[in-house]
């Protein structure tokens, strides 16, 4: 079977505090790919970034980092001098790409707040 | 290049009325997804297709739902008769290869 975990329900942190949204995953599969997507307060889904099962290096992208270790199956989302706009639900998300299925199982969100 | 693209965005019903939503996957992209979200059940996948097929229905709630895609560039979601627990936000996504890309959602609100 396979699951995502974001154990976190809500965050809240003050405006330039480092976050980290913690995500976890469980397939049998040993090809998987996993992503993270921002959904804002105005309500739409925005894909933030991919990850295959054979590329365990961290990615970086301005403020956002991530943190991927298969030997803890986490692929964790860091958020560096977090800002107001970084306030959203965000979900982690996992395929295996099996037989041609694309079907994402989806974690329940972290919503994070960022205050001023 | 245009992103997915839903309609209407907004739309209220009143209850047994039949409502078809409408989604433009991305051009070029096989996959099209469509999805429900309410803050009881989060995120939840209706059905898939691939290549304009039917893979994966076993998420549409009851045969009120129904899905098509008659071609590459369209599909619809029609409830008949709508029901006030189908209000919701109905996404539409598409993909390419393994990440989806959303439409900016049907805001349903069933009276």
């Known amino acids: 079977a396979q699951k995502v975990t974001q154990a976190q329900t809500e965050i809240s942190v003050v405006e330039k505090e480092d976050v980290t949204l913690d995500c976890v995953y469980e397939t049998r599969d040993t090809t998987y790919y996993l992503f993270w997507y921002k959904q804002p307060p105005s309500g739409e889904l925005v894909f933030l970034i991919r990850?295959?099962?054979?590329d365990e290096q961290n990615e970086i992208s301005g403020r956002y980092s991530w943190n991927f270790q298969k030997s803890t199956s986490s692929f964790n989302f860091t958020i560096t001098a977090s800002q107001v706009v970084d306030s959203a639900v965000y979900f982690c998300?996992?395929?295996?790409?099996?037989?041609?299925?694309?079907?994402?199982?989806w974690g329940l969100g972290t919503s994070l707040a960022v205050n001023p | 290049d245009a992103g997915v693209i839903q309609s209407p965005r907004h739309e209220v019903t009143e209850m047994g009325q039949e409502v078809t939503l409408r989604c433009k996957p991305i051009s070029g992209h096989n996959s099209l997804f469509w999805y429900r979200q309410t803050m009881m059940r989060g995120l939840e996948l209706l059905i898939y297709?691939?290549?304009?097929?039917?893979?994966?229905d076993s998420g549409m709630p009851e045969d009120r739902f129904s899905a098509k895609m008659p071609n590459a560039s369209f599909s619809t979601l029609k409830i008949q008769p709508s029901e006030p627990r189908d209000s919701a936000v109905y996404f539409c996504?598409?993909?390419?290869?393994?990440?989806?890309?959303f439409g900016p959602g049907t805001r349903l609100t069933v009276l």
């Open positions: 998300a996992l395929t295996t790409n099996a037989g041609n299925n694309r079907k994402l199982i």
């Open positions: 990850r295959n099962s054979f």
């Open positions: 996504a598409s993909s390419a290869y393994n990440e989806q890309f």
């Open positions: 297709f691939n290549n304009n097929v039917p893979i994966d």
